[in-house]
């Protein structure tokens, strides 16, 4: 009887499942550490650095919590510690008067020019962010992505996206530091 000699492509199926079992040489490069824990997996699966250590609760002590009052109802957030912020944290309690922009933001003219010391000449804001728009002195609650624009300084965010968003028409907000 005449023995069949493998093909080709069964020589290949056969020897695939095979190569992820070799292990690498010493001194070669095997790519990236398996995460160490179930935070370092999330996190390194989305493509980021591991959480550093108490990095939360720095970022709390280093803001301002506030309050923002709308027709009755609150809104809380959290001023950054740029000079930015800071300088409108001194100006508060305000009552501003807020509009639509663009389809993306709530717009208010603050009385006061606040501080550009140490920031950035322009940024980009997500949903949540509170902004200073620097050439219209403005205060800025965004609720939708906005790209980069020299002018926008991040300030801090606030968490109630549909209080913001669902406001049709101009507004009228209290903003002051939380109690």
Known sequence: MRQKKP?????????????GCSTPSPGTDSGPAPPTSPQEASSTAAGSSPPSQGSSAATAAE???????????????????NATARSLIQ?????LSFRDYGGQEKI????????????????SAEPLTI????PDQALVL????VGYS???VRIGSFDDLAAIRD?????TARLAPAD
């Open 7 to 19: 093909t080709l492509a069964a020589i290949i199926a056969l020897a695939l499942p095979l190569a």
């Open 63 to 81: 803001t301002t919590p506030i309050t923002i009052d709308i027709d009755g109802g609150t809104v809380t957030g959290a001023l950054s510690s």
């Open 91 to 95: 100006q508060l309690p305000l009552t």
């Open 108 to 123: 208010a003219e603050l009385p006061e020019a606040l501080s550009l010391d140490g920031v950035p000449a322009g940024d």
């Open 131 to 134: 902004g200073y728009y620097a």
């Open 142 to 145: 965004y609720y939708e992505s």
């Open 150 to 152: 020299r002018g926008i």
């Open 167 to 171: 406001q049709t028409s101009g507004f």
